[in-house]
């Protein structure tokens, strides 16, 4: 109220600065409850997603748990130097590498080839139900997969049981390397093939249908008219979902290959983000673990901008 | 199109099309039958390799045991507490944030926002993050489970530019009519915003109900544990004897199925709703993203 009083003498000697005055007085009396609901959001921001992002130190500092990350001493690049020469995150490095790149080979054609046949579907209880029952097991945690799994493709699960019965010799699916690695992919497409299908559809509904209809007076075959009038129109779809899982070759879940893999698959099995979390949370290596955990994001990062540049190289838009 | 759509070709093309995409559907449901099916089987039929897909020898004794154990059912119950607080909590940072943010004129707005959108392109990483939760004492409490995943920057972008959407003319009248900017949020912006609230909440939820990672980084108490920590558990105890090559499992198979369709269930009551929402919910994303 001070503040009130003072802006109608501010306003005899100046009257920009009282009009200043006093449009601040009102912006403020108008929107400080908007300030005050941001006070919490603000609090969480900065102390749960900007605080931790100064803990990234402790990659380049000898962690001294009694000492604390800043006051431990500074070491450079040696927890980076020290991974570089330990065999086991080179394993998981390639593991990462080769689970992910799998996953774009056998996952990524999969979901586009099921949307664009199922839109040339005229049933809609087909349509409706298929996307419904293949959307399905993208809710279920990676917990529930692995379980689901296990009751496939264990010694006693389901695929055995069949090849048994067909009087051949059950396999090791999950202790083997190579039928791990498999299970592993095929289990992704479970998972994710319906998410993705229901975002290549939606990109179908939004085509033309008198192009389809322009290439079927002209005699196309429905091969051809899939092939080069409908493919063409959700090619920036296709772009930008292919673009965002190459640019995350490096990026790996944790859940994904932690709840699927098993000592025996070790060898396979092993990723970046199952490393961090053994080295770093089991064996309480932070610093170390930090830096694998850093050097994975800034590659991560460079790739995706790397992608995005070559895609726009394409003529393509791009994500950023 | 008519006459593509009655010739014969056609005809051929959308039975051989329709059933392979039956097919596939069934083939995709085989795997969540087969756990259904051994789950209400008894534990000597599962051993002789008479389930199929079907139950054999159908008996309730694997629901009866998994419910005995009561570390299973305690957490169960204790999980749907939580996934219910964390998503009330997590919708009101939410809203909080979305309201004055989609204010376009408040000074400041586009700075925090923003901030709020680096976070999920910047993300500090496994032992940074661990570190930070550390330092603020909540490793081992339920406050690790609620709080550092309570505001998801994705969802603030989909909240606020829902608000952004609502015609700027009621807010205006609200002011002339002396309405405070709670009262405005209260008793203009959220009621219009119920089907995006129910989409967020649901995106919530689900993400709760199914996170097993912070309860393995952050939790060592059994009692702290959610379903799917418990679940975990009961896998990997079977996955252990299975490699040390004994036959006689710690956790029976059938018991395993159980625990396994129990913990699907609310996921699958859900469903229904869960799969409207999160089709639109993934269209706002792809629109924003």
Request: glycine share 8%; charged share 10%; with cysteine.
């Given at each position: 109220m001070a503040d009130l009083s003072q802006d109608t003498s501010a306003k005899v000697q100046g009257p920009h600065y009282g009009e200043h005055k006093v449009k601040t007085n009102t912006y403020l009396r108008n929107n400080w409850q908007l300030y005050v609901m941001l006070i919490l959001p603000l609090v969480y921001l900065i102390l749960f997603k900007y605080k931790p992002m100064l803990g990234i130190i402790i990659a380049f500092k000898k962690f001294n748990i009694f000492?604390?990350?800043?006051?431990?001493?500074?070491?450079?690049?040696?927890?980076?130097?020290?991974?570089?020469?330990?065999?086991?995150?080179?394993?998981?490095?390639?593991?990462?590498?080769?689970?992910?790149?799998?996953?774009?080979?056998?996952?990524?054609?999969?979901?586009?080839?099921?949307?664009?046949?199922?839109?040339?579907?005229?049933?809609?209880?087909?349509?409706?139900?298929?996307?419904?029952?293949?959307?399905?097991?993208?809710?279920?945690?990676?917990?529930?997969?692995?379980?689901?799994?296990?009751?496939?493709?264990?010694?006693?699960?389901?695929?055995?049981?069949?090849?048994?019965?067909?009087?051949?010799?059950?396999?090791?699916?999950?202790?083997?390397?190579?039928?791990?690695?498999?299970?592993?992919?095929?289990?992704?497409?479970?998972?994710?093939?319906?998410?993705?299908?229901?975002?290549?559809?939606?990109?179908?509904?939004?085509?033309?249908?008198?192009?389809?209809?322009?290439?079927?007076?002209?005699?196309?075959?429905?091969?051809?008219?899939?092939?080069?009038?409908?493919?063409?129109?959700?090619?920036?779809?296709?772009?930008?979902?292919?673009?965002?899982?190459?640019?995350?070759?490096?990026?790996?879940?944790?859940?994904?290959?932690?709840?699927?893999?098993?000592?025996?698959?070790?060898?396979?099995?092993?990723?970046?983000?199952?490393?961090?979390?053994k080295t770093g949370l089991q064996n309480m290596r932070y610093d170390y673990a930090a830096a694998v955990g850093l050097f994975q994001s800034v590659v991560g990062i460079i790739l995706v901008l790397l992608v995005n540049q070559m895609a726009k190289k394409f003529g393509e838009e791009g994500i950023m | 199109m008519g006459e593509l759509k009655n010739s014969r070709s056609n005809k051929r093309f959308q039975i051989i099309t329709g059933t392979i995409f039956i097919i596939i559907t069934l083939i995709a449901l085989v795997p969540i039958l087969r756990v259904v099916s051994t789950s209400f089987s008894s534990k000597s039929a599962i051993l002789s390799g008479k389930v199929t897909i079907f139950p054999a020898d159908f008996t309730l004794d694997a629901y009866n045991k998994a419910f005995s154990n009561s570390n299973f059912t305690g957490s169960f119950l204790y999980t749907i507490v939580l996934t219910l607080v964390f998503t009330a909590l997590a919708m009101f940072m939410t809203i909080l944030a979305a309201y004055p943010l989609s204010k376009t004129k408040l000074k400041g707005a586009g700075f925090i926002m923003t901030a709020f959108v680096l976070t999920m392109y910047v993300d500090p990483g496994t032992i940074p993050t661990f570190m930070n939760i550390k330092s603020l004492n909540m490793i081992d409490t339920v406050w690790a489970l609620l709080i550092p995943g309570c505001l998801s920057a994705y969802n603030l972008i989909i909240m606020r530019s829902f608000f952004l959407s609502i015609d700027k003319s009621l807010f205006e009248a609200a002011y002339i009519d002396g309405c405070s900017q709670f009262k405005t949020l209260t008793t203009i912006a959220i009621p219009l915003s119920k089907p995006t609230i129910a989409t967020l909440a649901l995106f919530y939820g689900v993400g709760r109900w199914n996170d097993v990672t912070d309860n393995l980084y952050y939790i060592n108490t059994a009692s702290l544990y959610t379903v799917q920590m418990q679940l975990k558990q009961m896998i990997d105890s079977v996955k252990i004897s299975a490699l040390e090559g004994t036959t006689t499992a710690l956790v029976a198979d059938n018991i395993k199925a159980a625990s396994i369709v129990v913990s699907m269930v609310p996921m699958l009551i859900a469903y229904p709703f869960i799969q409207r929402y999160f089709t639109s919910g993934i269209m706002l994303g792809a629109v924003k993203g």
């Open positions: 000492k604390g990350v800043w006051q431990s001493p500074w070491v450079g690049l040696a927890n980076f130097r020290d991974a570089f020469s330990t065999a086991q995150f080179w394993t998981a490095l390639k593991n990462t590498l080769i689970l992910n790149i799998g996953d774009v080979i056998i996952g990524f054609p999969i979901p586009i080839i099921l949307a664009v046949f199922l839109y040339e579907v005229s049933s809609k209880f087909v349509k409706k139900s298929t996307q419904l029952i293949l959307y399905l097991p993208h809710f279920f945690s990676w917990v529930i997969i692995a379980g689901v799994v296990q009751q496939i493709c264990s010694e006693q699960g389901l695929l055995n049981d069949i090849i048994r019965a067909m009087g051949g010799n059950s396999i090791n699916f999950l202790s083997s390397p190579g039928w791990w690695r498999a299970v592993y992919w095929i289990s992704g497409v479970w998972q994710g093939a319906g998410y993705n299908l229901i975002i290549y559809f939606a990109a179908l509904s939004g085509t033309d249908p008198s192009l389809n209809e322009a290439a079927y007076i002209d005699g196309a075959t429905r091969m051809q008219r899939i092939w080069h009038v409908t493919i063409p129109q959700i090619r920036g779809t296709i772009t930008m979902m292919l673009i965002m899982s190459l640019g995350r070759v490096m990026q790996i879940g944790f859940e994904r290959p932690y709840m699927m893999g098993n000592t025996l698959v070790q060898d396979v099995a092993d990723v970046i983000s199952t490393y961090v979390y | -």
